[in-house]
């Protein structure tokens, strides 16, 4: 019985689904080029085809615990799951200063499945403009975890449902500014820097949800209607063999309307603007094998009682907020 509760604790699977996202995105940009093979046809026009197996191991700190009922005296826990993820991808160039990118992927772990499209244009190499839709379902563990379902503020609980009878599905519209800062400074092997700034506004709605309701098709709480997030990550490249990169990322992100909510949610704080800084190392494992060592920090919001039911966070009142480590996170991934 024990290992059920442990189990049915949401928030550990959304810290993972929060800190995994990072991961596979950092790790595959990371990752060696001369895994991935791209193919040119006579008028210019590239494709590349990869897989990616990921397995991330996680390690929660005490305080990312302390409102479980089982592990809240626990000074850990730690746990490891696998995911693959496949892309194809096309880019035609016209010339050096507009280039076009495509993206269809899917990916599989064991929350659930997803798929997105993306294009995108970029000018000089350095701006990218670029719009994706994307659509998944997830997969629910009966008592053991909830990752699918509409929030029942009565019965203080999700409503689950099975996978492939409901999706999530939404638009993200994203842009990235790019800058070589190694271009403004002294020639060396300790001077490759590189500065990238993101945003992005995303609308997502859930087939199974009316509007104002809370639900989740993944790793987090969601609304039918936007969220934005915007930050930057500073690129440091180290003349290491084993330790090739070291990158630090800050985001914040949020909800664009607290009408979106329903009322029963306002002691919540919809509009709650979170921040997270994420510092990470890659780590080239061998020629085939990969690494990602990341720590998630994060401002969340705090609440009036310290103490309660995973199940009833989105009812509790907000009074502050407060600064917490997170995860601590090592993912290996191969390219096929």
Same mark, same amino acid.
């Given at each position: 019985m024990s290992w059920r509760k442990i189990c !049915? %604790?949401?928030f550990v699977m959304v810290l993972f689904g929060a800190a995994f996202a990072v991961a596979a995105e950092t790790a595959d940009s990371s990752a060696v080029k001369k895994d991935s093979v791209a193919v040119a046809d006579s008028t210019g026009l590239k494709t590349s085809r990869e897989g990616v197996f990921s397995i991330a191991a %996680? +390690? +929660?700190p005490h305080n990312s615990l302390r409102n479980s009922e089982t592990l809240h005296n626990w000074p850990f826990f730690a746990f490891a799951v696998? #995911?693959?993820?496949?892309?194809?991808?096309?880019?035609q160039d016209f010339g050096k200063l507009l280039s076009f990118k *495509?993206? #269809?992927a899917g990916d599989v772990n064991f929350a659930g499945v997803g798929l997105k499209l993306d294009a995108a244009i970029e000018l000089m190499h350095l701006l990218e403009l670029g719009a994706e839709a994307n659509t998944g379902t997830a997969l629910n563990y009966g008592e053991t975890a909830t990752f699918m379902g509409v929030y029942d503020t009565e019965k203080r609980n999700y409503r689950q449902d099975a996978m492939f009878t409901q999706y999530a599905y939404g638009m993200r519209y994203h842009t990235a500014l790019t800058i070589p800062l190694l271009a403004f400074l002294p020639k060396s092997d300790w001077t490759k820097i590189i500065l990238k700034g993101t945003a992005e506004l995303k609308y997502s709605a859930y087939t199974g949800a009316d509007d104002k309701e809370v639900w989740k098709a993944g790793n987090e709480n969601m609304v039918n209607g936007f969220k934005y !997030?915007? *930050?930057g990550t500073l690129i440091y490249m180290m003349p290491f063999e084993r330790v090739p990169m070291a990158m630090l990322s800050v985001n914040a992100s949020g909800f664009k309307h607290e009408y979106d909510f329903d009322k029963a949610y306002k002691d919540y704080n919809p509009g709650f603007i979170t921040v997270s800084i994420t510092?990470? #190392?890659s780590i080239k494992v061998s020629e085939k094998w990969n690494g990602m060592l990341m720590a998630s920090v994060s401002r969340d919001r705090k609440f009036e009682n310290r103490r309660y039911p995973t199940t009833e966070e989105l009812l509790q009142k907000q009074v502050g907020s407060e600064w917490d480590l997170r995860t601590v996170m090592f993912v290996m991934s191969r390219k096929f």
């Open positions: !049915k %604790l949401v %996680l +390690l +929660l696998p #995911a693959y993820t496949y892309h194809f991808k096309v880019q *495509g993206l #269809a !997030k915007y *930050g510092p990470m #190392a």
